[in-house]
Nanobody, 129 residues
């Protein structure tokens, strides 16, 4: 059984930072693209960042580019998303997702979300002003 379990969300002041974790079980990182979406109340889901560990492809949405870093730890089978200089508009539920085609993640995009087979339950990030 495949599971993606997110952690690291919480309440943070604007300007602060967070590191989100996605612990994966039942998948092998090299066979997948894995990353993060977020959804704020009343807004569409947004692909934030992804990584394809096998070929090193990375993607960052413009909304987080320059203040985020995605990485993976093979030993822990975990993907991390470090976000700094947090803004109130970063407030959202952050979901980890994975798809069994590494090209779901490329320098130009992440997804489409309907192609990604596995999803976590999400972790809430609230940024106060």
């Amino acid at each position: 059984e495949v599971q993606l379990v997110e952690s690291g969300g919480g309440l943070v002041q604007a300007g602060g930072s967070l590191r989100l974790s996605c612990a994966a079980s039942g998948i092998t990182f090299d066979d997948y693209a894995i990353g993060w979406f977020r959804q704020a109340p009343g807004k569409e889901r947004e692909g934030v960042s992804c990584i394809s560990p096998k070929d090193g492809s990375l993607f960052y949405a413009d909304s987080v580019k320059g203040r985020s870093t995605i990485s993976n730890d093979y030993a822990k089978n975990t993907v991390f998303l470090q976000v700094s200089s947090l803004k109130p508009e970063d407030t959202a539920v952050y979901y980890c997702a994975a798809g069994s085609w590494t090209r779901y993640c490329s320098g130009s995009g992440w997804g489409p979300d309907y192609g990604l087979t596995y999803w976590g339950k999400g972790t809430l990030v609230t940024v106060s002003s």
